[in-house]
């Protein structure tokens, strides 16, 4: 899956000649992960060229300590401002007072379908995201079809998971995620400022992209935080 989250990401990076695009493709990228767990995807965005800097939170202080001794294998992520893991919510962050301070990608990878409240919950992550950036997560939808796989053949037939992982009462549908960012004013940008990319796991060969698959499981969901027009009266 980690590999599929770094195409899904170069796809947000945009080559359209707007200003704030091209900002966003020549500087190095600042990036916020929101419930990294074990640091799988933290440490590799800190590795990539052109990344500023991860800032890794997770409010687990079991999974941080995991993740924390992992990253110390490896030489480049002990530099200084490289890879910063937090035990924190992103409740508990402090908010940004300045854009210096937000980040340009905020991730969310199989964190949203975990939490009661997702409106709430993605209300938090908002005011960290520069004009400009995007927020990118990955989730499973609400379908017949996830239940059966996620549900019955993960957790009771194979036992991938255990038991009570899940709750698909929990799953979010793609057009539920675009409801939401549709009612945010600064968020979106119409169709241009959403992306969604529907994955599904072949046995043998790992996960793919499948087109037209994210309403019936796993599937990547990203949105472009817009610049605030000024307004006149």
């Excluded at 401002?81 to 937090?86: I, Q, S």
């Excluded at 017949?144 to 053949?153: A, F, H, R």
Aim: proline share 6%; aromatic share 10%; with cysteine.
């Amino acid at each position: 899956m980690n590999p599929l989250r770094h195409d899904f990401i170069r796809r947000c990076i945009p080559t359209s000649p707007h200003s704030q695009d091209l900002q966003l493709r020549r500087r190095k990228l600042r990036y916020l992960d929101v419930g990294c767990g074990g640091g799988i995807f933290a440490e590799s965005a800190a590795r990539l060229h052109d990344t500023a800097s991860v800032t890794a939170i997770d409010p687990s202080p079991v999974v941080l300590a995991i993740a924390k001794a992992h990253s110390k294998n490896d030489p480049l992520l002990r530099e200084q401002g490289r890879l910063t893991y937090e035990n924190v919510s992103i409740e508990g962050l402090n908010i940004p007072t300045t854009e210096a301070e937000q980040y340009d990608i905020l991730s969310l990878f199989e964190v949203i379908e975990h939490i009661s409240h997702p409106a709430p919950f993605l209300q938090s992550c908002l005011p960290f995201v520069k004009p400009g950036g995007w927020i990118v997560m990955s989730t499973i939808a609400r379908s017949w079809t996830s239940w059966l796989t996620t549900k019955i053949v993960a957790e009771d037939v194979v036992g991938l998971v255990p038991k009570g992982t899940h709750d698909w009462n929990k799953y979010i549908n793609p057009e539920e995620l675009r409801g939401f960012f549709e009612g945010q004013r600064e968020w979106g940008n119409g169709t241009n400022g959403m992306k969604v990319m529907g994955v599904v796991y072949v046995p043998g060969f790992g996960w793919r992209e499948v087109q037209g698959s994210e309403g019936l499981g796993n599937y990547f969901f990203a949105v472009q935080k817009g610049q605030i027009e000024a307004t006149t009266r």
